[in-house]
């Protein structure tokens, strides 16, 4: 089955501890994305990646950091220098074609629990 | 700002009739709209978009709307299910490559 696998399900995370949150599509997607959700609200855009080897910063890119050396692959780590980092943490990614956008397909999330 | 601890509207209906949840959105630049439904603990899952050079476009049970003029979006669905219950977001697209923006979302209670 082609999707986006997101893991681990539930984290728990010590203060001072960084974590890293594994996402992975074979859907051959060029762009990848993650986005954090807490209670009651929206999502919000981390960290994105347009091809391999480059990322930008979304609109709370603050204590975190990600790579993308493979295609397949955009993991999150969350640092110790996130102040808040409880939460509900999407992976999505969609096809690129210059000048069309296109949906994007999401992981089914992986709960962070600071402990 | 960030509206920390702000409820979701919710719009409660009845198993059978029309829903119809709205969006309001500010960049007057966005020019592709998806309606995405989110059950609890799970991702979101697309339910259908909308390009700016459009007005409506139906899909099963759904429709979506643009209005440009006042920059509003809204999602009709037909004869509302149980399996319906569930939080909906509009997202936009800023910029050429498709980096998608959410609205707040709406919970969406079916009640028999």
């Known amino acids: 089955d082609g999707g986006i696998t997101q893991s681990p399900k539930y984290l728990f995370r010590k203060e001072g501890q960084n974590v890293t949150l594994s996402c992975e599509q074979n859907l051959n997607h060029d762009a990848m994305y993650w986005y954090r959700q807490d209670p009651g609200q929206g999502l919000r855009l981390i960290y994105y990646?347009?091809?391999?080897?480059?990322?930008q910063k979304g609109d709370i890119a603050e204590g975190y950091s990600v790579s993308r050396e493979k295609k397949e692959s955009f993991p999150l780590t969350v640092t110790s220098a996130q102040k808040n980092p409880t939460a509900f943490y999407l992976c999505?990614?969609?096809?690129?074609?210059?000048?069309?956008?296109?949906?994007?397909?999401f992981g089914q999330g992986t709960r962070l629990t600071v402990v | 700002g960030e509206n920390v601890g702000l409820h979701l509207p919710t719009l409660s209906v009845q198993e059978g009739d029309n829903s119809i949840i709205n969006c309001a959105y500010s960049n007057s630049a966005s020019d592709y709209f998806i309606w995405y439904k989110q059950e609890s603990g799970k991702g979101p899952q697309f339910i259908i978009d909308?390009?700016?050079?459009?007005d409506k476009r139906q899909g099963q049970r759904v429709t979506v709307l643009l209005n440009k003029t006042v920059k509003h979006l809204s999602l009709q669905i037909a004869a509302t299910q149980p399996g319906d219950s569930a939080v909906y977001f509009c997202?936009?697209?800023?910029?050429?490559?498709?980096?998608?923006?959410f609205g707040a979302g709406t919970q969406v209670v079916v009640t028999p």
């Open positions: 997202a936009e697209t800023q910029g050429s490559w498709g980096k998608l923006q």
């Open positions: 999505a990614s969609s096809i690129w074609a210059q000048g069309m956008n296109t949906e994007a397909f």
């Open positions: 909308i390009r700016s050079n459009m």
């Open positions: 990646s347009q091809i391999v080897n480059d990322f």
